[in-house]
């Protein structure tokens, strides 16, 4: 500011600098969207009755804030398992779904460091689920985990300590018991023992609803009874009820709300990539794709879980080119890539082999290569050796001929190479086929992330241009932050080019901005660069040498 001379000698004024720093903005949060533990996705909040964080609440619907998986068992209750959560694809493909905390797990693994999950509560029949339950002498155990035929789950009660019977001739009642509580069968049973269970101190030995202790379980008095029993009687494997209702769930609303206005996916300041795990509903990925444009996100698709590489019955070529014998259809846009095919992994809690689908993991290599090489480095390579996997599914192995058919037709495939593992093999957009002329700019997935990089930090960063006099100080000062953010790029080596001005160019003057723009408000910027798109294919020419003059 000016300063006010009084005196003689020497006064110092500082100026300020016209130019603004501009910080890059992430590429690679991820916000994942599926059904999360129904009876599990709470968080502890504080209690107005005791001051104190140990009030459990729902948190369905809300864009929660990850760094590990650790974090996703906090918040969510980690992996679960019933025949409500695994649909068949082939018997409804637009509902069909896949598990939330499995994607989150490899996302994790492969090199992902945040994410957003958003919840989802599942309802069969239009009704949330209840647990299941059992009431053995006047305690009810309640489920904390998904029970049905074939996740069963039961309670043993076997009484220890005996109380004198009032009057005498009464029988006389157990005060202490253990307790011993299974879920499920086989290699992946959990089963949980406690030990001379006081009945005064059962709520903080094993918990309840409200401060849950046990994995498994809560417990409260039978309803309607306020009060435990005086003792406990002996049991063994009363079953725990399925929990209900149990039929089918119809997914598309569920998932099509999150993308509405003002939702707390809408909130989130900034997210890069969106996974939608197993989800090929066209309905659903639809309105994904168009929320993923308005936020400058990009969309990772799951291919149909039964397709192969085979024609004509369910071929994922299909899947891209007008629907695939099941019915499923995936949306076209610059902001999208289809990756194919499901993986083979293990189950976390049985150690049984099992089916992912590849969208979380190749979300986890966007992000490990952004880290280690750049936004503007294509997410696919021989360097990108997928963790967590045996490998691809049998009816996705194939040939260099088979793979061409199918990146020539924008399918992103997911191969496994001797000596080196299972890699992603594809970079191309859904509008990246050989046939569609009209969207070439877009055709890799590496050039549109970047230009959604850029969009993104220099929304974020020009803020402080609004309500500035729009004259030249203002256009000189807006070049100068753009060009010395873009020349520190260009030093990375982001752009095609081997100097500056044939890597990109920023205009801000009378020319991009005229009078009547002036007259309106209006401060034109045109930002153009040269993008680095990936050697797809390397071309090896050998010619053979004969008849050349030796010389000395």
Known sequence: MPVTTTYPGIYIEEIPSSAHTIAAAPTNIVVFIGYTHPFKTQQLVLNPATRKPDMLVDQFGEAVELFSFSD????????????????????VPN????????????FFLNGGTVCYV??????????????????IGGIRFTAREP?????????TITPKGIIPSSPPSSPPAANEADIAITYGSGAGAIVEVYRKVSLSAIETTIGSAASPVSALVSVMPTPPALAYPNGYTPQ?????????????LSITNDFTEVFDTDTFLDKIPIFNLMVIPGVTSNIILSEALRFCELKRAFLIIDPPQPDGILPPTDWIGDYVEGGDSLGNLAPRGPNAAVYFPYLQSNDPKTGEPIEIPPAATVAGIYARTDLN?????????????????????????MSDIRHGTLNIIAVNCLRSFPGVGTVVFGARTSVGANANTSQQQWKYVPVRRMTLFLEQTLYT????????????PLWTAIRISIEAFMLGLFRQG???????????????DNQTTTQADIDNGIVNIVVAFAPLKPAEFVIIKIAQLAGQTQTA
Not at 500 to 506: I, K, L
């Open 147 to 155: 029970t049905d035929a074939a996740h069963q789950m039961t309670v």
């Open 118 to 135: 958003i919840g989802l509560r599942a309802k069969s029949g239009g009704s949330s689920l209840e647990p299941g339950f059992v009431d």
């Open 72 to 91: 996703y068992e906090r918040n969510f209750g980690g992996f679960f398992s019933s025949s409500l959560f695994s649909p068949d694809p082939t018997i």
């Open 373 to 397: 090489r750049g936004v503007w480095k294509a997410p696919a390579g021989l360097e990108t050796t997928i963790i967590g996997t045996t490998g691809v599914v049998a009816r996705g192995q």
């Open 236 to 248: 063994v494997n009363a079953r725990v009820s399925d929990m209900s209702p149990s039929l089918p």
């Open 494 to 508: 982001a752009f095609q080019g081997s100097k500056p001005s044939e890597a990109f160019q920023v205009k801000c």
């Open 95 to 106: 509902d069909y779904f896949g598990s939330i905390p499995l994607a989150v797990n490899q």
């Open 461 to 472: 960063n020009l803020g402080w241009v609004v309500f500035e006099p729009n004259d030249n």
